[in-house]
């Protein structure tokens, strides 16, 4: 042991008798929440649609019959309450947070639902920012939930760093958008995940084709795509195609995310209802 040990040994290569084992950063959920599946929705890059996806995906999987949450980790601008139309607050009972719940069924926890006003803007460094996720992980009562969509903010700061670190994810979808610049940067988000052995269900592209509704011709707006080569560079399979639509966008606006019909998703929620849950894996 070196004369200057602080006992961090997380932080400390030395090999010696006195190092202690890595720290257990799971989170632990509540006494009276069950949860099957979580599934993580990321992109290193802002406003590619992660959101929208994990309200389609969320939708889509509670049409299915399923108990589907969405924990909102985007705590500096969240979206996906305005995105179903929530508006209030969600009770507080002795054993924890009530989530609030969706017309579609979808049981949702998000910074905004907290906020005196929603408009209000959070200004909290990271690790507050991270120990916010966990206490919604830990503190929310999810009532046999089988799968929950974790929205998480942009880049690969503290949140995700914790949601990886601390949650049992079971899958990891990430978004991008045919850009070269967003493929760049999403590229970041898979070395992540890979980097912290996080399963990476595959990409999803979205904002990737406009259909003109004049002449039912078919417009790359932001170029040609270089998804799916992203995606095999890293041994991945691009899941889904979404296009630029602006009745998504309006249904997004007005708190109707629910009533899109989103059947390009269809082979994702099939992929997520057949992964093993994280309790069932030895
Ligand atoms: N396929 C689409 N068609 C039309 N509008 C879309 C589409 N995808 C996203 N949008 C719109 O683009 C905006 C950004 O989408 P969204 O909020 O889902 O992105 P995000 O990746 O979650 O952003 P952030 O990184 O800020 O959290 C929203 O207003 C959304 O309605
Ligand atoms: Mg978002």
């Not at 008798?17 to 290193?44: C, F, M, N, Y």
């Not at 009972?93 to 005196?116: F, H, T, Y």
């Not at 889904?240 to 309006?250: G, K, Q, R, V």
């Amino acid at each position: 042991m070196s004369e200057q040990c602080d006992h961090k040994c997380s932080s400390c290569g030395e090999q010696c008798a006195e190092r202690q084992s890595e720290q257990d950063l799971s989170a632990p959920l509540g006494k009276l929440s069950t949860v099957k599946k979580v599934i993580a929705i990321v992109s290193g890059k802002g406003g590619v649609g992660k959101s929208l996806l994990t309200g389609l995906l969320a939708s889509g999987m509670a049409k299915r019959g399923k108990q589907t949450a969405i924990l909102d980790a985007d705590l500096t601008g969240p979206s996906i309450p305005k995105m179903f139309g929530l508006h209030g607050k969600p009770t507080v009972i002795e054993q924890g947070l009530v989530p609030m719940r969706s017309k579609e069924g979808i049981d949702i926890v998000s910074m905004n639902m907290l906020l005196p006003d929603a408009s209000e803007a959070v200004l909290w460094r990271g690790p507050i920012l991270a120990g916010v996720v966990k206490q919604f992980w830990s503190e929310a009562i999810w009532k046999d939930i089988d799968v929950m969509f974790i929205d998480m903010p942009p880049g690969t700061g503290d949140i995700p760093l914790t949601v990886f670190q601390s949650l049992p994810v079971d899958g990891i979808i990430v978004v991008t958008s045919p850009q070269d610049l967003v493929a760049m940067i999403v590229e970041k988000a898979i070395r992540m995940a890979n980097l912290m052995k996080m399963p990476i269900l595959g990409l999803i592209e979205n904002l990737s084709y406009f259909v003109c509704p004049d002449n039912g011709k078919s417009y790359q707006i932001f170029g040609e795509s270089r998804s799916k080569a992203v995606a095999e560079e890293h041994g991945l399979s691009l899941l889904a195609a979404l296009p630029i639509d602006p009745n998504l966008a309006a249904a997004c606006d007005r708190g109707a995310i629910g009533e899109y019909p989103c059947d390009a998703l269809g082979d994702v929620l099939d992929r997520i209802e057949k992964l093993t849950p994280h309790a069932k894996k030895a």
